[in-house]
């Protein structure tokens, strides 16, 4: 059995041809889902990436891993405590480790442990191969890696090969020569110049005037990412610089297929395309950034093409990321591991059969502190820590008449809040009482009270000035309103 896992950062869904997007951002990437199964309702327990993708190889929500953020306390795993042996649980017990036992050899192209510190990532790797740049390489430093493993491994048999691509992350870096591929296509109909002078008057990082997080100051060596929208011509370079970059990452995906053709192994490879999280496009007057709980940050691609599995049809059931470590257990005759709070969906790949949960309850504690629910046609978002964004507690869309979260409707729904929150209230009760010993806290908690989000760490003076030298001083009002001293790191 050979297993391939192409884990491409910050991919939106919504941006991929097979998810119904009007250009042609994915066409290798639409061939493999429409020979597999496309699974449209897949998101991350845990976002931005370091709580991802820790959530995805330990098998863990974060709020059990301990790891909700991207610095403090809540970045780093819990410790075993005084119960742990000769290892810690996750080098058996994560993913990994996992398939190491079932006789595989487990590999990996990533620079993702360094990038982030977070060393337990390569737990139950035979190999790692850093390409070096801590997620700043380009697809063509990281393919020529990917083409000599192949060369090497891919005709053997029970591997396991994790590849990372970094270009769909900001900044988009696809190579000037690339072109231009979607200069004469429309941009997103619901993205219309109307919204993008509302997007103009936002408070908050990553928003139109503050594209680059705290400010509009773009880096030169990447003319695709702006540093503020002020007009159509430039959401059309922000949106054209997200969908090359799709693109060219599926121009390497290609030569992986063709290697693996080449080799006589395609049709015995399982092949799983995601993603640790999503991207807001516009979404909640975001733009290039993945800092919410919201529906555009944590909703996540997830394709798999197995071998005597189902071809050619669609998932709608709700499942986690942490989900796909019991659902390889299960498809390869394993059993579920003790560490893991993920629930297999095998029977969607073996048989088709529905294997959806009622709820998800998704988390971000790196640009904000919010927790969300997602049920039905709803998502309900509260918010702890806003990230000076000015968000009001509780948010709700509703996703079948508002894909694009353009309109919060809380206030109209009282009930419907009532019952996420009832929801929300259940998880966290569960989560609570099966916390690892020795341990009971909620790392979201932990954020809270270091001063908030890492990323908000040391920004709210000078964001505060900005914010009255571009005609949004009001803004500034608010959040010394809102903040004063509280929540705010040092």
Not at 157 to 164: A, E, R
Not at 394 to 421: H, Q, V, Y
Request: glycine residues 10%.
């Amino acid at each position: 059995m050979r297993i391939l896992y192409l884990d491409l950062d910050a991919l939106n869904p919504t941006h991929l041809g097979c998810y119904g997007y009007h250009r042609n951002t994915s066409p290798t990437i639409d061939k493999i889902a429409a020979e597999g199964i496309q699974f449209n309702q897949v998101y991350t327990t845990d976002a931005p990436c370091l709580p991802s993708r820790t959530a995805f190889y330990s098998g863990q929500f974060g709020i059990h891993s301990g790891v909700v953020g991207h610095g403090g306390t809540a970045s780093e795993r819990r410790i075993n405590g005084p119960n742990r042996g000769f290892r810690d649980r996750l080098a058996n017990e994560g993913l990994a480790g996992f398939l190491q036992r079932q006789g595989f050899k487990t590999s990996m192209i990533s620079p993702f442990g360094q990038r982030h510190a977070a060393w337990h990532f390569y737990a139950g790797f035979n190999e790692i191969h850093n390409t070096g740049k801590g997620g700043m390489e380009s697809a063509e430093e990281v393919t020529p890696v990917v083409e000599k493993w192949l060369q090497d491994n891919a005709a053997g048999d029970n591997w396991f090969l994790h590849i990372n691509y970094w270009d769909v992350h900001t900044p988009y870096r696809a190579p000037e020569e690339y072109g231009e591929p979607f200069a004469d296509d429309p941009l997103p109909d619901w993205l219309t110049p109307e919204l993008l002078e509302e997007h103009k008057k936002l408070v908050g990082p990553h928003t139109a005037q503050d594209i680059m997080m705290w400010n509009d100051r773009p880096n030169p060596r990447f003319p695709r990412h702006p540093g503020r929208l002020d007009n159509m011509d430039d959401l059309r370079r922000m949106i054209d610089g997200y969908d090359t970059a799709i693109r060219y990452v599926d121009d390497q995906i290609a030569i992986i297929v063709e290697i693996l053709e080449n080799k006589g192994v395609l049709d015995d490879t399982a092949i799983i395309i995601s993603a640790d999280h999503g991207e807001n496009m516009g979404e909640l007057g975001i733009y290039g950034e993945h800092g919410t709980a919201d529906q555009a940050t944590c909703h996540i691609p997830m394709i798999v093409k197995w071998p005597g599995g189902q071809s050619g049809i669609t998932d709608e059931g709700l499942h986690y990321n942490i989900d796909l470590a019991p659902t390889l257990a299960d498809l390869l005759g394993g059993q579920k591991q003790a560490l893991w709070d993920g629930e297999s969906y095998a029977p969607v790949i073996t048989e088709g059969a529905d294997a959806g949960r009622s709820e998800l309850i998704l988390s971000q504690c790196a640009h904000v502190c919010q927790r969300a629910v997602r049920f039905d046609d709803w998502i309900y978002i509260r918010t702890y820590h806003d990230g000076y964004r000015l968000y009001p507690r509780e948010l709700l869309f509703n996703l079948s008449d508002d894909p694009w979260e353009m309109r919060d409707i809380a206030a109209e729904n009282p009930d419907i809040c009532r019952e996420a929150a009832y929801r929300l209230m259940n998880w966290h009760d569960h989560m609570m009482e099966t916390m690892p010993r020795p341990y009971d806290n909620d790392p979201l908690w932990t954020v809270m009270q270091e001063g908030g989000p890492m990323h908000t760490w040391g920004a709210f003076e000078d964001y505060c000035g900005r914010l009255a030298e571009t005609d949004r001083a009001e803004g500034a009002v608010l959040l010394r309103e809102k903040f004063g001293n509280k929540y705010r790191h040092p």
